[in-house]
């Protein structure tokens, strides 16, 4: 078969193929058999070299004229076939289900802090924040923890050198807050802290506290108390009694932790409150006039009220969960009961 016929045959073989083809697939396919490296054309290009010497120019000319011509009817070709296929993907039929995407929600224990600051924030308080790896004055020498309490033990807080130390408690931002401005102060200081305890279904390495404080002019043991009770009944629900046994905290005198009737069994008792009806969830009292002094405030011109709470006790109690450990673990299983 001469050149001419042979170029002919593949024109109208491409021709018949770009007709049938319905995708970009078949398109890309006939870009290969006919104008890629192994294709047909590219097979005659180079059988032209083989021809005779008065031949092989006319031959290579016509050669070249189809790859040129069948370049551009598959360039033509291609676009046309393309917004053909994107009219047809706005056609859109939308009253078709959809494909849902599974959308993250937000952890739990952050939920539960969210929760807690806006009610403290519905009361007027605002919200700071302080550092994680604390010096000994913020984290215990300010807070009237003496050098010989038990709680600086190296065993009960992780030190970073000989001077710094995890915070052990979210206390150490009332000193940063108090030293930064002068009363009237009403904040809020949520964050996680450190404690070395064994890993257990109620103990961890790392949680998380929110702490408060008020001071101003005349602030009382019923402002404290009435504090509270808002926050208790806005997070538990407005059934819930609230009592307050006498504690110590070093912080605060007098000192006091909080109790709330039991979620679980309403009082009467059961496996969750240990059968007393009551269940701890914060300690709280009137800052330590030591404290006042050590961040300059006047004892003798303000009072105060402080307290602090764990956020996992709070989140366990809500949503009744036993083991600490599973809002660190992070399986989806869990955390989508939380959306
Ligand atoms: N810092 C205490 C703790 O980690 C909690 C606490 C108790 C904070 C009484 C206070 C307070 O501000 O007044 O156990």
Sequence with gaps: MGIQSELEKIRNEFEGALMRAGSLKDIEDIKVKYLGRKGDLTGILKAVATLPKEERRE??????????????????????KKTEMSDKR???DVTMPGISSSRGTLH???????????????????IAEGPEIESEFYNFEALNIPLDHPSRDAFDTFYVDEKHLLRSHTSNVQIHVMEKKDPPVQVIMPGRVYRPDAVDASHSFMFHQVEGLMVDKDVTFADLKGVLSVFCKSIFGENIKMRLRPHFFPFTEPSAEVDISCIICGGKGCRVCSGNGWLEILGAGMVNPKVFKSVGYDPDKYTGFAFGMGVERIAMLLYGIEDIRLFYENDVRFLKQFD
């Design 59 to 80: 031959a290579g000319k016509q050669a070249n004229l189809l790859k040129n011509e069948l370049t551009e009817k598959l360039g033509t070709f291609t676009s046309g």
């Design 90 to 92: 706005e056609a859109l």
């Design 108 to 126: 739990p224990l952050t939920q539960v802090m969210e929760k807690i600051n806006d009610i403290f924030v519905s009361l007027g308080f605002s």
